[in-house]
């Protein structure tokens, strides 16, 4: 079995410090929790920035200020940057971190009610577009799914040479308007992958722990992080990223899994070692 890669989704696009109070907005921010994720066994961070009153953006100005920061405390770090964005944000808006040639990033692989009154639309030609974007610049995309149907869109499109081989998928799991975040779920997506692909699971909210267990047993890679969930055990406040991670590296050590180095996971990833 391969070792496990951890991903740090430290920031995101929708909670906010009034949620948890490590959520970062400033740069210094970031780097503290990009660090404390590192420091505690992640190995590449997805990324998401905002300006220091916590705005959301994909200012590409931006996401270098930040990813420079991050890199100069960690330089080898993978740092995968979200093409999600918000919601409401148009393509072009969320494509912007690509033109920094990050070595992966996320590509959302459909649309769905997300939340109560949102939809996160991804049209089947916005795919198209991110995708053929990522392979000109050799950018590795995550597939992002909330769904099964997202799971067959990107075979459809692999089938067309449109996502390239090797495969990582990204299974988010309990949003308010995607697939569940049940056992039974997480074994439906994972069976719906080919067998020469990747997966890393993102729990939402409660589902992250015993996910992240489903997929150390399983032989998958794990998504943690205050994007997902605020919390390190039921009502308590997680005190940082980092704690969320050293939550699942002891879950593995437990399990007898061993924890990839971000070298190491760029090889079972198929990414260039830095
Ligand atoms: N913020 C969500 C609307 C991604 O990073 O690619 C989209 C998202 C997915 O978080
Ligand atoms: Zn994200």
Not at 133 to 151: A, C, R
Not at 200 to 216: C, H, N, S
Request: charged letters at 25%; one cysteine or more; proline letters at 5%.
């Amino acid at each position: 079995m391969d070792k496990l890669i951890i991903t740090a989704a430290i920031c995101g696009a929708e909670v906010l410090k009034e949620h948890n109070p490590a959520v970062p907005y400033k740069v210094e921010e970031f780097v503290r929790e990009a660090k404390a994720a590192y420091n505690a066994g992640a190995s590449i961070i997805h990324l998401h920035v905002r300006w220091d009153d916590g705005t959301p953006t994909q200012d590409k100005n931006r996401f270098k200020e930040v990813m420079d920061a991050i890199y100069a405390e960690i330089p080898d770090v993978i740092i995968q940057p979200s093409t999600g964005g918000a919601v409401g944000m148009t393509d072009d808006e969320r494509l912007q971190p690509l033109d920094l040639t990050p070595e992966m990033a996320t590509l959302d692989c459909g649309t769905l009610n997300f939340g109560p009154v949102d939809i996160f639309v991804n049209t089947e030609k916005t795919i198209i577009y991110f995708a053929e974007k990522m392979n000109v610049l050799g950018v590795k995309p995550e597939i992002e799914v909330f769904d099964k149907s997202m799971v067959d869109t990107a075979l459809r499109l692999h089938k067309k040479g449109i996502i390239k081989d090797p495969m990582h998928f990204d299974f988010v799991m309990g949003v308010q308007g995607g697939i569940g975040g049940s056992l039974r779920d997480f074994v439906f997506l994972r069976h719906s992958i080919p067998a020469n692909a990747t997966y890393t699971v993102a729990g939402i909210g409660r589902f992250e722990f015993p996910l992240a267990m489903a997929a150390i047993i399983d032989g998958g890679h794990v998504r943690v992080g205050l994007e997902d969930n605020v919390f390190i055990s039921k009502g308590v406040l997680a005190k940082s990223n980092g704690e969320l991670v050293e939550k699942v590296v002891r879950m593995a050590k437990e399990l007898g899994r061993e924890i990839a180095t971000p070298n190491e996971a760029r090889e079972i990833l198929g990414l260039k070692k830095k």
